[in-house]
């Protein structure tokens, strides 16, 4: 008797429409009731969260590691100086300022200071008294330039790297007290000394980008390495959920419960939407943590987090454009989670045990790789016809067309006829995935081929 009831209530679904979304509440309250109880999942919002947080910090310090490591190569500051006299030379008519040579700051201090400046020696004298720790400094006016020379003895304790050093710190000294010869005062000096700016080569489109306020072919290369690494954990985090999921809830038969009063599309969107509402918490989670960990660091640690944001993915440069910009993005984020959700839903239909779902995720995540790598080959070629071409074709559009429309490569109607593509595909998916869920999702024999998959859905 109750074979026969069952029999009449799945007789009944299959004449109901299988693109109704009832049940769809359900089928999302209980997902994501699921979702967050399931300790694999809550580990991995955790490590997530923790990524992000730690970010930020990690690439302060792995900054200021570079920026020390280069500070040292060009700093005059002399470490563990060996150098006990310095002995200054000064053949010109400009009086050295001991003040500004700052040999206490620059690691000098404990050197004795001779200099002389009255002729009684000459460079001879000077050079052949010299011991091992001595360094002798000779300022002199020859063919129409100052020059400023350091001499060590043959047999010397002292480092060349010391040397170079002791000159530098003389040599800016001396700059200084000339300057002020002049009657220069300490703005002028500091403007002078500055010198003139000279950027590194241009080409006429990086000239023509600076001068417009546009956005240079780097500076969308950059912006779309941080949309597309965006794009990629959206992507594979819904496929590994989704997929492991709807597999999971197949195996312990649950899903046969539930089809008795949920239909196909609803289930589907249930599933989908509630795994989103996850990914979202994730990331949102994710990018709160990171700005609350750099907050503390720059208001209670005083520390400059801006030295480390060109060390890694600066996930920053995604609200340069604004709170339209910001729309945009989110909403081209929303409908490729919805495809590749949509897509991994259908891949999990058909699976009927844990080894199909690890299978099911491997074809998403490759899908999305290829769509990754070939958007990045693309987009290093910046012309008009490659970007247009690239916005309009997925996987790739779902990558480039949100960051060419952003920096000025294609225009609003390219732009639209894109989305309506990414749109129509996300409709298309969510059709298919209806009759596969249908056809597949009590299915409970080996994983069909994906022949016997494209059936299902013809039938």
């Known amino acids: 008797m109750k074979r026969?009831?069952?029999?009449?209530?799945?007789?009944?679904?299959?004449?109901?429409?299988?693109?109704?979304?009832?049940?769809?509440?359900?089928?999302?309250?209980?997902?994501?009731?699921?979702?967050?109880?399931?300790?694999?999942?809550?580990?991995?919002l955790v490590v997530f969260v923790?990524?992000?947080?730690?970010?930020?910090?990690?690439?302060?310090?792995?900054?200021?590691s570079s920026m020390s490591a280069s500070e040292s190569l060009?700093?005059?500051?002399?470490?563990?100086?060996?150098?006990t006299n310095?002995?200054?030379?000064?053949?010109?008519?400009?009086?050295?300022?001991?003040?500004?040579?700052?040999?206490?700051?620059?690691?000098?201090?404990?050197?004795?200071?001779?200099?002389?400046?009255?002729?009684?020696?000459?460079?001879?004298?000077?050079?052949?008294?010299?011991?091992?720790?001595?360094?002798?400094?000779?300022?002199?006016?020859?063919?129409?330039?100052?020059k400023v020379e350091t001499v060590r003895a043959e047999d010397s304790d002292i480092q060349n790297e010391e040397l170079d050093k002791i000159g530098s710190i003389f040599e800016e000294g001396f700059n200084t007290a000339r300057m002020k010869a002049q009657n220069l005062d300490q703005e002028k000096i500091a403007m002078l000394q500055k010198g003139v700016y000279t950027n590194s080569v241009k080409t006429q489109e990086e000239y023509i980008a600076a001068k417009s306020d546009t956005y240079t072919q780097n500076q969308m290369m950059g912006i779309f390495s941080v949309y597309s690494i965006l794009i990629m954990i959206v992507s594979t985090m819904s496929a590994s959920?989704?997929?492991?999921?709807?597999?999971?809830?197949?195996?312990?038969?649950?899903?046969?419960?539930?089809?008795v009063s949920v239909r196909p599309m609803a289930l589907l969107m249930?599933?989908?939407?509630?795994?989103?509402?996850?990914?979202?918490?994730?990331?949102?989670?994710?990018f709160v943590s990171s700005k609350v960990v750099n907050l503390v660091m720059e208001k209670v640690l005083h520390l400059d987090?801006?030295?480390?944001?060109?060390a890694g993915y600066d996930f920053a440069a995604l609200f340069k454009f604004g709170a339209v910009g910001l729309i945009i993005i989110l909403v081209c984020i929303l409908i490729t989670y919805l495809a590749f959700g949509g897509f991994s839903g259908m891949l999990?239909?058909?699976?009927?045990?844990?080894?199909?779902?690890?299978?099911?995720?491997?074809?998403?995540?490759?899908?999305?790789?290829?769509?990754?790598?070939?958007?990045?080959?693309?987009?290093?070629?910046d012309k008009a016809i490659v970007s247009t071409v690239a916005s309009l074709v997925p996987p790739v559009s779902f990558f480039t067309a949100p960051v060419y429309y952003l920096t000025g490569r294609i225009s609003l109607p390219i732009f639209a006829a894109s989305l309506l593509i990414q749109i129509a595909i996300v409709v298309g998916i969510c059709l298919l995935c209806a009759k596969t869920y249908r056809k597949l999702i009590i299915n409970d024999s080996s994983k069909p081929k994906l022949r016997d998959v494209l059936r299902a859905v013809k039938g």
């Open 74 to 83: 060009l700093s005059n500051k002399v470490k563990d100086a060996a150098t």
């Open 50 to 64: 923790l990524t992000m947080s730690l970010m930020g910090p990690i690439q302060y310090f792995s900054a200021k």
């Open 348 to 381: 999990g239909a058909a699976c009927t045990k844990t080894e199909d779902a690890q299978s099911a995720t491997g074809t998403v995540t490759m899908l999305v790789f290829i769509g990754y790598f070939a958007s990045m080959m693309i987009t290093s070629n």
């Open 305 to 310: 987090m801006s030295a480390g944001a060109s």
């Open 270 to 286: 249930g599933k989908v939407c509630g795994m989103m509402v996850y990914v979202i918490t994730i990331l949102i989670s994710g």
């Open 86 to 146: 310095l002995i200054v030379l000064n053949e010109t008519n400009v009086s050295v300022d001991v003040e500004s040579l700052g040999l206490s700051d620059n690691g000098l201090g404990g050197a004795a200071l001779d200099i002389i400046a009255d002729g009684s020696k000459t460079a001879s004298d000077v050079i052949s008294g010299l011991g091992k720790t001595d360094v002798a400094v000779i300022i002199r006016f020859e063919n129409n330039t100052y």
């Open 241 to 259: 959920f989704i997929v492991s999921s709807v597999t999971e809830e197949k195996i312990s038969k649950l899903v046969e419960g539930l089809l």
């Open 4 to 44: 026969a009831v069952a029999s009449k209530s799945n007789a009944v679904n299959e004449k109901e429409n299988i693109y109704s979304l009832k049940g769809f509440s359900k089928v999302f309250k209980f997902t994501l009731t699921q979702t967050f109880k399931n300790k694999a999942y809550i580990i991995s």
